[in-house]
């Protein structure tokens, strides 16, 4: 069918939006990370492809992709000026899982490329870079149409999408060493608990430091003893974040009683904080890791 032949009737526009709906919401979402927006958006579409002469358009995905990027960069800009925050409140994980949780069918689309690190260092860049990469990183959209949509040459596009691209693999990256500082934490956890001196020293840096409110142990023969000694307490203790850093939280009867903290050179354990004073306990923001 020709652009000429292209139906006019309304049904069946309505039947040919619906059918780029999904992929129209996860390019909104992305570039929103607001379920409420992205629907907000992609209905925007619809009202501007109802006003529009539809035999003129030759690729409709392509056109309803652009002008939904174009609606988002707007709502990201007016956001920006009025220095608002998206509309649903709360963290991106809560804005994961609302957009799931809203339409099962559509939203499985998202699942397997949204994720909650993705989400907050988009949340980091520009208007324009966050376009750039969205749209030319996930969606496969060229240079030529991104810099139409913001307004700059396609090398200015590709510098912005480049921009964006560093700060999403650094955060990638951030997020890998977290998992494997976490890995090493079970295997530090699961030796505790055994009693194990031999993989525990395997586990430590030569060199490590373990500092507590009393006093310090250092080298990783006298730290991997005292660890050994912890048994009791591995087996109440939970992976967690501590202000941010992969550690341990040890609960007695059910209370928070104290906190590890890891740093790490390379795989291993190079300083373990143990902070043992109530008061300084309860300061600390600690977030269990499932």
Known sequence: MNKSEFPLDGEFLA???????????????????????????????WFRLSRTDARRVDNLGGWLTTVVGRVCLDMLRSRKSRAEEPLESGTATARVADVFAADP????????????????????????????????????VPYEEVADIVGRSPDAARQLASRARRRVQGAEAHDADLVRQREVVDAFLAAARGGDFDALVELLDPDVVARTDVGVTTGAAAVAKGASSFRHFAAVSRPALVDGATGLAVFIDGRLDRTLAFTFVGTRIAVIDIVLDPARVARQDISLVD
């Open 15 to 45: 039947r040919r939006f619906e059918s780029h709906r999904p992929h129209l919401r996860a390019v909104a979402y992305r570039m929103l990370g607001s379920s409420s927006e992205a629907d907000d958006a992609v209905q925007e579409a």
């Open 105 to 140: 069918e559509q939203d499985a689309l998202l699942a397997d490329s949204v994720g909650v690190a993705l989400l907050v260092v988009l949340e980091t860049l520009t208007p324009a870079e966050r376009l750039a990469f969205v749209l030319h990183d996930l969606f496969a």
